[in-house]
């Protein structure tokens, strides 16, 4: 398993290269990206072959019997960073328990996670890593609530693509204005490239401010967000959507209705107000 740059093609190691010099074949996400990085370290005749998201697992199974029955050694690589974290890397290392008799050796390197953890300032001995941000609204919500309300860790990390990064900014300053809690994020993208750019701040302003000011979210970017230590230590009172809400429930109010009154009162997601619904006519 071989790290690749994530940008910077100066972060390759010298044991990465000799790697990729010596496996008797490559297993990437897309030849042709391999393969530039291949021509620019001047590695010729090299051997690929696509192993990527749309890889089934029978097809994975077959390549694996084939590395046990000849003996092959086989260099796995994504299109950037290190393979097994949020690729299809994971998917074939977990199938290798079925494989005894092929070994597995990393060769770390470069890494969008751990290259933010070491600017992010995070306090405490613990972060959780979630991969790539939630698609809608309702899910983003329903994320962040839970893993505040779990209090097993203050600190958070997520991807995110450049063609949904506004709308990640908008459901995550939705969220802290309507959860109440202190967060101090970072955001980074493009990193180890020409054009990385770092954000810091606290707060729906900052989240506000950031989008106000003409931001270019080309980019692969990744972002963090921290606690305060009071969001986790101690309960926090439900927003004024819930109360209301429960109190319709409460007075006999079907949950289709309840849920129409407080969408309108509150700007809430229909979806999270009618699952809220839900869950209070059960109590």
């Not at 000849?70 to 079925?98: E, Y």
Request: aromatic share 8%; net charge negative; proline share 5%.
């Amino acid at each position: 398993m071989i790290a690749t740059p994530i940008g910077n093609l100066s972060d390759l190691s010298e044991r990465a290269i000799e790697t990729l010099r010596a496996v008797d074949e490559l297993w990437c996400e897309d030849t042709r990206h391999t393969q530039a990085l291949l021509s620019s370290l001047g590695i010729k005749g090299k051997s690929l072959r696509r192993v990527d998201q749309h890889s089934k697992e029978s097809e994975l199974r077959g390549l694996l019997q084939g590395v046990q029955a000849k003996a092959q050694w086989i260099g796995v690589v994504t299109d950037a960073g290190t393979p097994g974290l949020s690729d299809p890397g994971a998917v074939l290392m977990s199938l290798l328990q079925d494989f005894p008799q092929i070994s597995c050796e990393p060769v770390p390197g470069p890494s969008a996670l751990s290259a933010l953890v070491s600017i992010a300032g995070f306090t405490g001995s613990s972060l959780y890593f979630h991969g790539f941000f939630p698609r809608t609204k309702v899910e983003a919500f329903q994320l962040l609530t839970d893993l505040k309300e779990a209090a097993l860790c203050p600190n958070w990390i997520f991807f995110e693509s450049p063609h949904r990064i506004k709308d990640t900014l908008l459901s995550l300053q939705g969220w802290c204005e309507e959860s109440g809690v202190e967060v101090s994020f970072v955001f980074a993208k493009e990193l180890t490239k020409l054009h990385e750019a770092v954000f810091r701040g606290r707060g729906p302003d900052f989240l506000k401010q950031l989008q106000d000011q003409g931001l270019d979210e080309r980019g692969e970017w990744v972002f963090s967000l921290s606690l305060s230590k009071d969001c986790l230590n101690k309960k926090q009172a439900a927003p004024e959507w819930e109360s209301a809400l429960e109190c319709l429930i409460e007075a006999g109010i079907a949950p289709k209705t309840a849920c129409q009154i407080v969408t309108v009162r509150f700007s809430v997601a229909k979806n999270l107000a009618y699952k809220r619904a839900l869950e209070f006519q059960k109590k």
